[in-house]
């Protein structure tokens, strides 16, 4: 399984931006499909976006899209997420995930997880 290590996150006002890079480690980055997820405490972990192995095929869930933007470089084995006129409702713990099956919204089919990291958006 391919390892993952998130950073980038922080406090940040409203409609201010953030980008969320996510690290793997492993030489087959390319052939996982890569998403992020966020979680607010006692609530359920939900699908943020997600993009295919090539990077020519996007999601995104309602809430964030055209705020939000993933992209992925297969040779520096990273995905990012270019957060934009952030609101106080996108404040959670944000997750990048892998899979080796084809962009789902469901967490169950993302087998590789990591640590998660924090951010904040201030009113």
């Known amino acids: 399984q391919v390892q993952l290590v998130e950073s980038g996150g922080g406090l940040v006002q409203a409609g201010g931006s953030l980008r969320l890079s996510c690290a793997a480690s492993?030489?087959?980055?390319?052939?996982?499909?890569m998403a992020w997820f966020r979680q607010v405490p006692g609530k359920e972990r939900e699908f943020v976006a997600a993009i295919s192995w090539s990077g020519g095929s996007t999601d995104y869930a309602d809430s964030v899209k055209v705020r939000f933007t993933i992209s992925r470089d297969n040779v520096k084995n990273t995905v990012d997420l270019q957060m934009n006129y952030l609101k106080p409702e996108d404040t959670a713990v944000y997750y990048c995930?892998?899979?080796?099956?084809?962009?789902?919204?469901?967490?169950?089919?993302?087998?590789?997880w990591g640590q998660g990291t924090q951010v904040t958006v201030s009113s």
């Open positions: 492993g030489h087959t980055f390319s052939s996982y499909t």
């Open positions: 995930a892998a899979t080796l099956l084809p962009a789902s919204r469901n967490e169950r089919l993302y087998l590789s």
